[in-house]
């Protein structure tokens, strides 16, 4: 008949590493009414580019109604109320 083994020993506890938090990104709101010409668009998904400024779900942004007009056919953002903040 064989021994029993002893029980393994427990191991020390590994500390987590602490990471720093993320600075949270603010949405963009363009607070100034649309001109003529311009139309206010909200952002429908991530990923889009517009006048150099990588845009994110949510923000609200003037540009020109030509682009504003691909954006809308595209499904990329939709039109915003007048007053973006509220």
């Given at each position: 008949m064989?021994?029993?083994?002893?029980?393994?020993?427990?191991?020390?506890?590994?500390?987590?590493?602490?990471?720093?938090p993320r600075?949270?990104?603010?949405?963009?709101?363009?607070?100034?009414?649309?001109?003529?010409?311009?139309?206010?668009?909200?952002?429908?998904?991530?990923?889009?580019?517009?006048?150099?400024?990588?845009?994110?779900?949510g923000?609200?942004?003037?540009v020109?109604?030509?682009?504003?007009?691909?954006?809308?056919?595209?499904?990329?953002?939709?039109?915003?109320?007048?007053?973006?903040?509220?």
């Amino acid at each position: 008949m064989r021994a029993a083994l002893p029980a393994p020993k427990p191991k020390a506890p590994v500390a987590a590493a602490e990471v720093a938090p993320r600075a949270v990104r603010e949405p963009i709101r363009d607070s100034a009414p649309a001109d003529d010409g311009e139309r206010l668009v909200t952002i429908l998904r991530s990923g889009v580019e517009v006048e150099n400024r990588q845009l994110a779900v949510g923000d609200i942004v003037r540009v020109g109604a030509d682009l504003a007009g691909q954006l809308l056919r595209s499904g990329a953002a939709e039109l915003a109320r007048e007053k973006a903040n509220g």
